[in-house]
């Protein structure tokens, strides 16, 4: 029941990602990128659907443009919501939640009762239970009067790549690792090297990346229990690009045994133990790999995040003295919420770009250019 209709599609991104996920999306042959609040839209098929949820790697979730109505009150939203065909994309047979967001803009101001009329046209005329746990969710925003309709077709957020049991106390989430990795100009094409590794996220980013895998292979998707799913078509999109061997090596090191251990296992799990190394050692310890220079890519404690941020000073130098005396010739990448820690690494940083929503905090991207 696939369709070659056009639509728009919106990938959510992390707030301050947009232009890093915008370049992947180009990158990734999707139809006019362009970023908008909150993210990027673009446009395509169900097929484009399916294939943004599966491939890009900055995405937070990939939403689905499925329709509009227009309604200036609760009963004209009533009465044109029963005649949406919510059996073009919607199953009788699977639960669905119904997420509004409106406006003072709109003479339709109460979420409730705006949620109220869509999930009894939903449950009336297509017969769909509703559940406030249901993976399938219809997501509305009213902006002056009218009613944008979209599926979430991700189900789950995209950051969790469904190979990824163990994650350490404060972990960096996929997707935006992935976009510090593409801000540091990584391609997948040289070694890299994270002396504080937690779980180990950048050095698996980094190995899948160089490997040509494929980041949402191993997880299922809310749109594979869409009304128009073809699964032939599917498993044929899924089995394309699994990946081939790298002569490439990816370190990461950390000075928790039991976080190392972790990372091993995660790495196992993502099928790239192959070309990645974790050791239990302390940043003053670290010494460069054999072999050509590459990034040193690292998301250090801050105060904000773990324990008394005056404590974390020495730290920091202690990192940038390392990279210094040790790692002529590599780019270095730090993410910090604390631009007064970032300096005390003595590092010649470049202009730092946009900050980055995480965990209710602002971080950014510190990074240089090779170190002499």
Request: proline share 6%.
């Amino acid at each position: 029941m696939m369709t070659e209709t056009e639509f728009d599609i919106f990938l959510v991104a992390a707030p301050g990602t947009e232009l890093a996920l915008r370049d992947e999306a180009r990158e990734k042959g999707f139809k006019s990128p362009s970023i908008l609040p909150g993210g990027v839209t673009i446009r395509g098929t169900w097929e484009e659907v399916w294939r943004a949820n599966l491939q890009l790697r900055g995405a937070a979730r990939v939403l689905a443009r499925i329709g509009e109505i227009r309604a200036f009150h609760l009963a004209q939203l009533d009465k044109r919501a029963r005649k949406f065909p919510w059996g073009d994309v919607l199953r009788p047979d699977v639960p669905v939640k119904v997420e509004v967001v409106t406006n003072k803009k709109s003479k339709i101001y109460h979420a409730g009762a705006a949620i109220q009329r869509f999930e009894k046209a939903i449950t009336e005329e297509l017969g769909a239970p509703i559940s406030a746990e249901a993976e399938v969710r219809i997501k509305v925003r009213i902006d002056d009067n009218l009613c944008i309709i979209s599926v979430d077709t991700s189900g789950e957020a995209l950051h969790k790549r469904g190979h990824k049991p163990s994650v350490g106390k404060a972990p960096m989430r996929e997707n935006l690792a992935a976009m510090f990795l593409r801000q540091c100009g990584y391609d997948g094409s040289e070694p890299v090297v994270d002396p504080m590794c937690g779980s180990g996220t950048f050095v698996i980013e980094a190995a899948e990346l160089a490997m040509g895998l494929i980041p949402g292979r191993s997880r299922s998707f809310a749109f594979e229990q869409l009304a128009n799913f073809d699964d032939a078509a599917w498993q044929q999109m899924r089995g394309a690009g699994q990946g081939a061997l790298t002569a490439l090596r990816f370190y990461g090191s950390d000075r928790d045994a039991g976080v190392v251990a972790a990372a091993t296992t995660n790495a196992e799990r993502a099928g790239v133990e192959g070309c990645t190394l974790f050791t239990h050692q302390a940043v003053s310890d670290l010494m460069p790999p054999e072999g050509p220079p590459g990034l040193v890519i690292v998301n250090p404690p801050y105060g904000a995040r773990i324990g008394n941020k005056k404590l974390l000073y020495a730290l920091y130098g202690a990192l940038g003295k390392t990279l210094s005396a040790r790692f002529s010739g590599w780019r270095v990448g730090i993410v910090t919420s604390e631009a007064g820690l970032a300096k005390a690494t003595d590092l010649p940083f470049l202009p730092t770009g946009a900050a980055v929503a995480h965990g209710g905090i602002k971080i950014r991207l510190f990074q240089t250019a090779p170190l002499r």
